[in-house]
């Protein structure tokens, strides 16, 4: 069986040619009513349809967040399925941002909703957690790689109470962050040029205090609205900066409905990434 082009080689090139950013699509009720929408399907869809619109075309990523469709129901999932369809044919990867975590067959389905081709939210990559044990995502590990997808794991997120279990001290006296990382890096031994599997490390870290070298993309959230900044990206990546995949959600959707301002804020703030990049 011939394998379809790898996830690691579509991301590199999305990035190279489009920038180094991803951008979330986080229909909050605020933002729904700062854009003069209402806290319905209705506004969901004109949020949704306006953003992918105005962005799919330019950013290398979009991170719908499937919580914020969920809360409608099915007519919620059906928005999400169409901007899904929608912001893959105009060029754009996309990431689902559902931090699916289960074992055995339960993970199994996680795996086909949202990695199985023929599934109605097909995405180029979804986000896991791994805290019942990294073994409990192989099904998810091993679909991604069927259908030339990716895996973003949860590794060191931005929100403070995650330090509870992710600094955790695990046996052998390792973090358990970076045991997770550890499992990661030897699923992408030798992928060329990145791997499947991506750590998700928050931009909000400082240093982050783990190796960080897994041979896959780093989804850094908290840039813009958290407080993170592009300068801030090589402190906390260090050498393994240029494979990162900062996201920013708020920092660039606060700047619509109008779709000349949601294009110029995504374009900023991947020149703002590129020139931190660029400077390590």
Not at 33 to 51: I, Y
Not at 218 to 231: F, R, V, Y
Request: charged content about 20%.
């Amino acid at each position: 069986m011939t394998l379809p082009e790898t996830f690691g080689a579509r991301l590199r090139h999305a990035m190279d040619t489009r920038g180094p950013l991803c951008v979330g699509i986080d229909p909050h009720a605020s933002l729904l009513t700062a854009w003069g929408l209402n806290d319905d399907v209705d506004g969901l869809e004109r949020f949704t349809r306006t953003t992918v619109e105005a962005l799919a075309d330019r950013v290398a990523v979009l991170k719908p967040q499937s919580a914020f469709f969920e809360r409608f129901g099915s007519r919620g999932i059906a928005v999400l399925e169409k901007a899904v369809a929608e912001a893959r044919a105009a060029g754009a990867l996309v990431l689902m941002d559902a931090k699916r975590g289960d074992i055995g067959s339960t993970m199994g389905a996680y795996a086909e909703t949202y990695l199985r081709k023929d599934s109605p939210l097909f995405s180029d990559a979804v986000t896991v957690s791994p805290y019942l044990g990294f073994g409990s995502l192989r099904p998810a590990l091993d679909q991604a790689v069927l259908s030339g997808c990716g895996v973003f794991v949860l590794a060191l997120t931005s929100n403070p109470e995650g330090a509870e279990v992710q600094r955790s001290t695990a046996a052998g006296g390792k973090s358990l962050a970076q045991v997770m990382l550890d499992h990661m890096a030897a699923e992408n031994a030798g992928a060329q040029p990145l791997g499947p599997v991506g750590a998700v490390v928050g931009a909000t870290l400082g240093d982050a205090g783990v190796d960080l070298d897994i041979n896959g993309p780093l989804l850094a959230p908290g840039i813009g609205a958290q407080g993170a900044t592009p300068a801030d990206l090589p402190g906390v990546f260090g050498a393994a900066v240029r494979n990162v995949v900062p996201s920013v959600s708020r920092g660039v959707l606060r700047h619509g409905p109008d779709v000349t301002g949601l294009r110029d804020a995504a374009a900023r703030f991947a020149d703002e990434i590129r020139a931190a990049v660029a400077s390590v």
